[in-house]
C-alpha cells in the first residue's frame, strides 16, 4: 500500500486521492477560489499550478482568496495565464503587481484581520473551492496544516468543496504548533480567552465537514524560501534607533527590559530592525506578529526570545534546512494561530504589542503610505499592518530617508496615498533617527519630523514647503497646489530634489 | 445642616466643600486637567467657568483633557481667555475651532477609545487635577457621574488631584445608570466580558481614592441642550437609503429585522438617519453607540428600541425635560459607560454593530474626511468615527452630496484629508443613493460612487477626472496635479463648479 495514505486517518476519505490534474479540472470559469498560503508558507501548490497549466488550452477566470501572498511562483504564473478576475487580501508579487497596475486584473487588498468575517457574514459570496495543504488529515476530520494557517480555517469552513493537499515533504514535526480557533458568528459570540502570546484556545486542526473534502492531492514540493536581504548602514542604523526608543520608554517606566510582545511587519527593513535586538540588553521577548521570519529563529538560538505566536514561518532556504532539521528546540516556543487570530484588533489591544511596520513614505504630519507609489501604482498592500498600527501599544513605522540614490524621499509633504493616520502612527523612524509624535498636535509633529527623519539633502525644502504652508494658515497647514508636487518633479524630472 | 451634605457619603469628605473659586486658585501654571463632560453632557461647570474667570486678572496655561467636546461654554471661555495649551482628544466649539486654525493652541484630536490607554500608559504624562461632575459620592467612596462617563474614570484613578462638582440639579435617579469597567493594566488583561449590548460588568460607581479628592464643590448648572436641526428633504433621503441598504442586507441573509447593534456618530444628518428608522418595519432595535441624541428617545417612546448602551446622554431642551420627568420609563434600557468600553476595538468587532458615521467629503475611490476642511482647517476631530468605522460589522458613512448651496461638492477626485481609508469605509450614502463598496477594487468603486451618491450637478467633472486618471494608470488611477484642484478652484473662485 501506499504508505503516504496513513496520512488520511479518515478511513472513508482514503478512495477519494485524486492527481492535481484532476482536481484541477473541477474548477470552473466564474468560480471562487480560498487557497491555504500566508507570505509563501504553506500554499497549496500542485492544484494552482495544474489550474494555471490549463489556460494554455482554455479561457477562463477564478477570483483567488488567500490567507496573504503566495510563494512557489502561483501569483506569478497566474498573471501570466491571465485567469484571475479578482484577487484578496495580499499580494507581493512583481508579474501580478504589473498587472493590477495595468488595470488587466482586479485586486482588492484588505486589513488581514476583516477577510474571515467578511466570508463568515457572507459579503464576499460564496467560496467554490478550498484548496488547503496539509501534513494530514486526523482520524477525527481534522486538516493538520503546514507552514501557515492564515484563512485556511474560514475557507475549509465555509467552501462549498475541499481539496487537500497532503504534503510529504513538510515536517511532520509541525503538528499540534496550530492552534485552531474560530470566533463564530457575531450572534452569542463569546470573547476571545486568550490572554497571554503562548495561550492555547482552539484545537490542533482545522475542523472540517469531511463529506465536503472532494479530493486529496499528494505532493512534496516546498515552500518557496524567502530573500534575506543583509542588513546595510541604513537598516543597521534604523535597528540602534529602535533600541535607543525602547530603552527611553523603560527609562520613562513604560516598559521593562522584557518589552511587550512585539509585532513585526513583513520586508527586508522590518527583518532587519528586529535583527538588532540579538545584541541587545533586552530578553525574556515575545512575538505576536504574522510571519516568523529568520529574525525570530535567530532570537531562539540566542536565547533572547521566550515565545512567538504567528500565523506563518516564512525562511530563508539555509534557515529552513536549520530550523526543520533541529525542530525540537523551536516547537515548544511557537504557535501558529488563523490571522483572524494573529491580528484580531481585540487580542492586540489586549496584550499591548510594540508594533514595528515599514513605510514607504510618510508626511510631514505622520500620515503613512505603505501601499501605493506615487499615490497610484499598488506595490503590495496593506496587509496587516493597519490591524497592529491601529491597536498597537506602540505603533512604530519604519523607512529609509531616501531610496532610488537619493531621488525620492521618504520623507514628503504629504503622503500619495493614506494608510495609516497621523492617529495610528506613534513613532517614526529612519536611519537620521525618530521622532516620537505621542500626544503631539500637527504643528508639533513637523519640526520634529523634518528635523529628525528626513534626509538632511531634503530638509531645506521641507522645512519651506512648511513655512509657506503656515501663512495659510489652518490646524494642519498645507499648501495644496503644491502638496503633490515633488511627486510630480519626480514624474518629470526623475527626482524628488529641487535643482 | 445644608442637606446637600447627604450626597456625600464619606463622612471624612464632608469638611471639604470649598467654592468654585477656591477649587479653581489651586491650579496653576503648566498643570493638566482632565474634566469630565462628554458631548456637552455631564460636563464639570463651575470649577472651570471659575478658573477662566482667574484670566481677567493672571496668565497661565494648562492642558485641558476631557471625554469629548464640552458644554455650557466652557471651551468657548477658555479659548477666549487663551488658557488652554493643549486640548485633547476632541472638541467642536466654533470659538475654539477658530483659535486652533490660527494655530493660538494646540489640540491634539484621539481616536476616543486612544485617551484612557495613554493615560494609565504614562503616555499623556500626569493630570494634576480631575474635575468630575457628579450626582453623588457612595459611603465606599464611588463618584456616582451624571450624564456622561467619558474619560472620568480614568482620570480620577490617575489623577494627582480630584475635585468633585456634585451637580444637585442632575437628576438623582441616573444613580444605577452607570456602568463601570477598568481593563487595567496591559500586563495580565483579561477578556472584557461585555458580549450584549445591556451587559452589566463593573461597578455602579467610580472607585476612587478617597484621600485624593481634595474638594468638593457643589453646583446647580443643567447640561447645555443640544441644537436639533430638523430633518430635511436631503437627510430624510439618506435615511431612507440607509433603509433600504438594510432591507437589501435582510434579503442577502446578513441581517434580520432585529439588525445588530447600532452605532451612530454625531451631527444632525446621522441623528436623521436614526430618526427614520421610527417610522420603519424594524423593532426591537439595540444601540452600542457613544452619545444618545434625542432620536435614541424617540425610539424608545415608538417601542422600536429594546437597549441603548452609550458613554453620554445629550438633548434637546424639550427631550430633556420630558425624559427625566418620566425616567422610570428609560432607566432600564440604557447604560452609559466610559468610553473606552463604548468604543472599544474588540467589542465593537465582537458585537459586529452597524455603524453610521459623517464625511465632510469622500474621494471616487471611498476614502473619507471627517475632520479637516479643505485639508487644513479643523472642524470638530476624528472622535469615536474611527474606532467604530474600523471595527464594525457594516461601517457607513452618510453626508449632503454637495452643501453650500452647491458650491462644495461632498464627492471629490481626492479628499483633502483622510480620516477612514477605503478599507473601512463599507457603504456610503448620499441623498441621491448608496454605494455598496465591500469586496470592491479601486477601479470598480469609482464608476459606482460617481453613479450613485455624486450630485449630478458634479458627475460630469467626476467621470472626466477619473477618465483622465485611466490614461495614467494605476491601481488606484489619479492626475496628482489635478487631485486638488476641486479645493483650489472653491479657495480662488468661491465654488468647485467648473464655469
Ligand atoms: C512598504 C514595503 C513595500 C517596504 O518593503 P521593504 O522590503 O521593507 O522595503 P524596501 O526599502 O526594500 O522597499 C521595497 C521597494 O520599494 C521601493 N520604495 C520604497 N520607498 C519608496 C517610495 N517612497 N517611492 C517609490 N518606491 C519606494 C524601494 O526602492 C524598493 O524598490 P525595489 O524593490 O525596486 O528595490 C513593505 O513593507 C510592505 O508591503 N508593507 C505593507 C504591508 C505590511 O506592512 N505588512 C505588515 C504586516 S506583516
Ligand atoms: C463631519 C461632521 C462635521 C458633520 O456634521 P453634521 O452636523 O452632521 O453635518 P453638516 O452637514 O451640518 O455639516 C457641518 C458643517 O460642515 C460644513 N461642511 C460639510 N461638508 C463640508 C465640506 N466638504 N467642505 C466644507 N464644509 C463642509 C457644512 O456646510 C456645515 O457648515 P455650517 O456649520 O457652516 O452650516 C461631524 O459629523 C463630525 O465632526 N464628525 C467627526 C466626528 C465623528 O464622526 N464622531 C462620530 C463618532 S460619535
Given at each position: 500500500m501506499d504508505n503516504r495514505l496513513a496520512r488520511i486517518g479518515v478511513e472513508q476519505l482514503k478512495g477519494r486521492v485524486i492527481s492535481a490534474e484532476e482536481a484541477a479540472a473541477w474548477i470552473k470559469d466564474g468560480m471562487t477560489l480560498g487557497l491555504s498560503g500566508f507570505t509563501q508558507a504553506g500554499d497549496a501548490k500542485a492544484v494552482p499550478l495544474a489550474l494555471a497549466k490549463r489556460a494554455e488550452k482554455e479561457t477562463f477566470k477564478v477570483n483567488v482568496y488567500t490567507g496573504a501572498s503566495l510563494g512557489s511562483n502561483i501569483d506569478t504564473v497566474f498573471a501570466q495565464a491571465g485567469i484571475v478576475n479578482k484577487r484578496l487580501p495580499f499580494q507581493s508579487d512583481p508579474v501580478m503587481r504589473r498587472k493590477i497596475n495595468e488595470g488587466a486584473m482586479l485586486y482588492t487588498d484588505h486589513h488581514l484581520s476583516h477577510t474571515a468575517e467578511w466570508i463568515r457574514d457572507g459579503v464576499l459570496g460564496p467560496v467554490d473551492f478550498a484548496i488547503i495543504e496539509a501534513i494530514s488529515i486526523t482520524k477525527d476530520g481534522m486538516i493538520i496544516p503546514t507552514t501557515s494557517v492564515g484563512n485556511s480555517p474560514i475557507f475549509a469552513q465555509y467552501a462549498k468543496n475541499v481539496i487537500v493537499e497532503i504534503n510529504t515533504e513538510q515536517p511532520e514535526r509541525l503538528y499540534r504548533l496550530h492552534d485552531i480557533y474560530d470566533t463564530g458568528k457575531h450572534e452569542g459570540r463569546l470573547p476571545i480567552p486568550l490572554t497571554h502570546v503562548a495561550d492555547r484556545i482552539g484545537t490542533t486542526g482545522i475542523p472540517v465537514d469531511v463529506e465536503k473534502i472532494r479530493g486529496i492531492v499528494f505532493t512534496d514540493q516546498i515552500d518557496s524560501p524567502s530573500m534575506i536581504v543583509p542588513p546595510d548602514s541604513e537598516t543597521e542604523a534604523i535597528a540602534s534607533h529602535l533600541l535607543e526608543l525602547m530603552r527611553s520608554e523603560i527609562r520613562a517606566g513604560r516598559l521593562t527590559e522584557k518589552l511587550a510582545p512585539i509585532q513585526s511587519g513583513v520586508g527586508s527593513v522590518a527583518n532587519s530592525a528586529l535583527h538588532g535586538l540579538i545584541d541587545s540588553e533586552f530578553h525574556d521577548l515575545e512575538m505576536y506578529s504574522e510571519v516568523l521570519q529568520d529574525a525570530v529563529f535567530d532570537l531562539i538560538d540566542a536565547d533572547k526570545l521566550r515565545f512567538a505566536s504567528g500565523s506563518a514561518i516564512t525562511l530563508s532556504k539555509e534557515k529552513m534546512a536549520q530550523v526543520y532539521s533541529n525542530f525540537g528546540k523551536y516547537e515548544d516556543k511557537i504557535v501558529l494561530r488563523p490571522q483572524e487570530i494573529t491580528n484580531h484588533p481585540g487580542i492586540i489591544r489586549r496584550l499591548g504589542l510594540i508594533a514595528v511596520n515599514t513605510a514607504l513614505e510618510f508626511d510631514i504630519y505622520g500620515n503613512v503610505n505603505s501601499t501605493h507609489v506615487s499615490g497610484t501604482k499598488m506595490m503590495n498592500g496593506i496587509g496587516g499592518s493597519g490591524d497592529f498600527?491601529?491597536?498597537?501599544?506602540?505603533?512604530?513605522?519604519?523607512?529609509?530617508?531616501?531610496?532610488?540614490?537619493?531621488?525620492?524621499?521618504?520623507?514628503?509633504?504629504?503622503?500619495?496615498?493614506?494608510?495609516?493616520?497621523?492617529?495610528?502612527?506613534h513613532v517614526l523612524i529612519t536611519e537620521f533617527g525618530y521622532a516620537d509624535l505621542r500626544g503631539l498636535a500637527p504643528r508639533e509633529r513637523a519640526g520634529l519630523i523634518i528635523e529628525k527623519c528626513a534626509d538632511p539633502a531634503y530638509r531645506d525644502q521641507l522645512r519651506a514647503y512648511y513655512e509657506e504652508a503656515l501663512t495659510r494658515g489652518g490646524h494642519t497647514p498645507h499648501v495644496l497646489e503644491k502638496a503633490f508636487s515633488w511627486h510630480q518633479r519626480l514624474a518629470e524630472e526623475g527626482s524628488m530634489r529641487e535643482q
Open positions: 498600527a491601529r491597536n498597537s501599544r506602540l505603533s512604530i513605522f519604519v523607512t529609509k530617508a531616501t531610496v532610488k540614490d537619493g531621488k525620492i524621499s521618504s520623507v514628503v509633504p504629504f503622503v500619495s496615498h493614506v494608510d495609516h493616520t497621523e492617529h495610528d502612527v
